[in-house]
């Protein structure tokens, strides 16, 4: 095991000094110098010996010996080749380790998921510039996933367990809450890394569903429906829905669609719940079961050119 205090300033100091390496601001680089921050993550976790954890940016692995001392085998993708050496040299203790050199989002699944049998815990210190695109390519890409514990800026953490209406409601949320069930399990400070950003942050638990939250019939026209709803916020429901299907569906029959489902055409898209947003979805879809009366009532454009 290494006995290297990696939450210290003064040896991350002296580990890059030693290799010619400093914190890479393009690539948002902050280590975590924090042991009780580290204890709340491992913890979120909840790692047994049997469990396979996929780290992204293990940085110089202060959360990596830990996860690789609870678990069967740690896989550790990191996106600075200048950093390999430095986490080979910290981590050469630990067999069940294997470090991954590239960009996750851009790595072979298959290279991953190679002799690995058990669905994969997923730990990570996103910096925001992908922290977005790192989320979705993981929910809805091939990995087996249990959990993700995802260290991200205070306002992203907002982002994600954010409510119907509030104004950090947008298309991250719902997409998130479809697949999983995320909760803020720590609020973290801007103090406990090196170099200190210039923003707070937050570790995010995101359970994984075992079917999304809600049936949406078509997923596709779902999210559909989700990015043309939030990409025009100060238009109404109805305005927006036109903006986005204007081509394939008159306002007549948008506005039945949601007069169908139950939806005043005057609300804001961000108002809508999952709930709402999937059975809108099934509506036009026309796969709402029993909703045969209400897709009586939406005109046809064969029967608007009548």
């Known amino acids: 095991m290494s006995h290297q205090p990696l939450t210290?300033?003064?040896?991350?100091?002296?580990?890059l000094a030693r290799h010619g390496?400093?914190?890479?601001?393009?690539?948002?680089?902050?280590?975590?110098?924090?042991?009780?921050?580290?204890?709340?993550?491992?913890?979120a976790a909840e790692l047994g010996p049997e469990d396979a954890v996929l780290e992204i940016g293990p940085g110089l692995g202060v959360l990596t010996g830990p996860l690789a001392e609870?678990?069967?085998?740690?896989?550790?993708?990191?996106?600075?080749?200048?950093?390999?050496?430095?986490?080979?040299?910290?981590?050469?203790?630990?067999?069940?380790i294997k470090i991954i050199w590239g960009d996750i989002l851009k790595i072979e699944p298959e290279k991953l998921l190679a002799g690995l049998s058990s669905p994969l815990k997923?730990?990570?210190?996103?910096?925001?510039?992908?922290?977005?695109?790192?989320?979705?390519?993981?929910?809805?890409?091939?990995?087996?996933?249990?959990?993700?514990?995802?260290?991200?800026?205070?306002?992203?953490?907002?982002?994600?367990?954010?409510?119907?209406?509030?104004?950090?409601?947008?298309?991250?949320?719902?997409?998130?809450?479809?697949?999983?069930?995320?909760?803020?399990?720590?609020?973290?400070?801007?103090?406990?890394?090196?170099?200190?950003?210039?923003?707070?942050?937050?570790?995010?638990?995101l359970m994984m569903r075992p079917r999304p939250a809600v049936a949406v019939g078509d997923e596709a026209l779902f999210f559909r429906l989700v990015r043309g709803a939030f990409g025009r916020r100060r238009k109404t429901l109805l305005n927006?829905?036109?903006?986005?299907?204007?081509?394939?569906?008159?306002?007549?029959?948008?506005?039945?669609f949601l007069q169908a489902g139950g939806i005043e055409p005057s609300r804001r898209g961000e108002t809508l719940t999952l709930e709402?947003?999937?059975?809108?979805a099934r509506i036009i879809t026309k796969k709402e079961p029993g909703n045969t009366a209400a897709e009586a009532q939406v005109p046809s454009k064969e029967a608007k050119k009548g």
């Open 21 to 43: 390496l400093r914190p890479n601001k393009q690539l948002g680089q902050n280590f975590l110098i924090d042991e009780n921050i580290v204890h709340k993550i491992i913890a």
């Open 122 to 205: 997923v730990v990570a210190n996103l910096p925001y510039y992908i922290t977005s695109p790192v989320i979705m390519a993981l929910l809805t890409g091939p990995l087996p996933l249990e959990r993700l514990v995802l260290m991200v800026q205070r306002e992203v953490a907002r982002r994600l367990t954010a409510a119907p209406g509030s104004k950090d409601y947008g298309v991250l949320a719902v997409a998130v809450q479809y697949y999983t069930r995320p909760e803020i399990v720590a609020l973290v400070p801007r103090t406990v890394f090196f170099p200190r950003p210039d923003v707070d942050s937050a570790v995010v638990r």
């Open 8 to 15: 210290s300033p003064r040896v991350v100091q002296e580990i």
């Open 240 to 256: 927006s829905l036109e903006g986005e299907f204007g081509a394939q569906y008159s306002r007549e029959e948008l506005a039945a």
């Open 70 to 96: 609870r678990s069967r085998q740690v896989i550790a993708v990191e996106v600075d080749k200048g950093l390999i050496p430095v986490l080979e040299e910290n981590l050469a203790s630990y067999p069940n």
């Open 276 to 280: 709402e947003f999937a059975l809108l």
